[in-house]
């Protein structure tokens, strides 16, 4: 965890806000116990497994995937960040590590990707990418499988933690409830 720091503040920041009946559940980099396996179908197996998320939302469906991007120098390039999109919209369920029951998509799922800019240079103009980013994938790829909506933040801890992008990841995540 100590390795993760971003993936931490986002999970602390989503800490305060309860969206029961809903309830998160966190990859091991976020601090929580287990891989956030994504399948394409409904059954547990190897050639089924996708990929793995950083968190998800579910009460009787899978309402929201959240990805929290950490590392990157100069920022993150479109295709890693439209490669984890992509590959989640392909799935259609949430199988936990000890269990064989499938908690299936919503008809409308959520998608939220959290970058952090801490390696970012003053002025560059990645932040400006990662804008058209967001309304490129919102005007001309969605909807996406069960991919209804895109949201791509950026920021450093600090401002998740206690500042205006804390408020926003917040009301993005409230937005999802009986989606």
Not at 37 to 50: C, I, Q, W
Request: net charge positive; with cysteine.
């Amino acid at each position: 965890m100590e390795d993760h720091p971003f993936h931490v503040a986002i999970r602390e920041a989503l800490s305060t806000f309860n969206p029961a009946p809903s309830r998160f559940v966190w990859d091991t980099a976020c601090g929580g116990d287990q891989l956030v396996s994504l399948f394409r179908e409904g059954s547990k197996s190897r050639p089924a497994k996708y990929t793995c998320a950083d968190g998800i939302l579910h009460d009787d469906r899978v309402r929201l995937i959240l990805e929290i991007e950490e590392a990157g120098a100069h920022g993150f390039p479109p295709h890693r960040l439209l490669g984890k999109l992509c590959t989640a919209a392909l799935c259609r369920s949430f199988i936990a590590r000890d269990t064989r029951i499938s908690v299936p998509f919503a008809s409308n799922v959520r998608f939220v990707q959290v970058v952090s800019n801490a390696g970012l240079r003053p002025g560059s103009r990645k932040l400006s990418q990662y804008e058209n980013l967001e309304n490129d994938v919102r005007s001309r790829l969605l909807p996406l499988g069960m991919i209804r909506e895109y949201h791509l933040l950026a920021g450093l801890p600090e401002d998740f933690l206690s500042g205006s992008k804390g408020d926003l990841v917040r009301r993005v995540v409230k937005g999802t409830r009986g989606t």
